[in-house]
């Protein structure tokens, strides 16, 4: 937990200091290596570590743009709704790869993003993110967050397959409650 932290910290003063600011709207791709300790039996990289890169790019295009000035200093702080992975081959120790976070939409409270991590130019994985912004125990506007963070268009909605994955998300919680 306390290389998170340390990775977050990172982003956070690079973001802020020394990196250029990013639109909101643009792909954002980061190289990345498996080292050791991301890896299951010292071979393959942990699902676990799929979410843990997800998350980092999240934050690094948060931090480096008008995003943050118009959440967190506000504020309000990013929330997962939910999120979805596809594994299509796994990556090997010392590998490199690409994640590729590809904005997708939003809607009222929500944004969808899709992070594509490559290697040698094939997909290995694909995970599709919903994040809000929570103030007050109360979720955020989003086309109000999107439109003071520099995006001018006024609507860009998730495709319909992206909408799917997440649309019996809340039914699941119901069943699970009266279980």
């Not at 979805?84 to 409270?109: A, H, Q, S």
Request: proline letters at 2%.
């Amino acid at each position: 937990m306390i290389y998170y932290w340390l990775h977050i910290a990172f982003i956070f003063i690079g973001s802020r200091f020394f990196w250029k600011e990013v639109d909101l709207w643009a792909d954002l791709t980061r190289t990345r290596r498996v080292s050791l300790l991301d890896c299951e039996a010292f071979r393959f990289m942990a699902n676990s570590k799929y979410f843990y890169y997800m998350d980092l790019i999240r934050l690094e295009i948060l931090f480096r743009s008008d995003l943050y000035k118009n959440t967190i200093k506000k504020g309000m702080f990013p929330v997962l709704g939910s999120q979805k992975i596809i594994y299509k081959k796994p990556l090997k120790r010392w590998e490199k790869f690409d994640i590729t976070l590809i904005l997708e939409g939003w809607d009222d409270n929500w944004v969808y993003h899709r992070q594509v991590f490559k290697c040698q130019d094939e997909i290995y994985a694909i995970g599709i993110t919903k994040v809000g912004f929570w103030k007050k125990h109360k979720i955020q506007n989003m086309r109000d967050i999107i439109f003071n963070s520099g995006i001018t268009q006024e609507d860009m909605e998730a495709s319909p397959e992206i909408l799917d994955l997440f649309k019996n998300d809340y039914d699941i919680i119901k069943h699970t409650e009266v279980l």
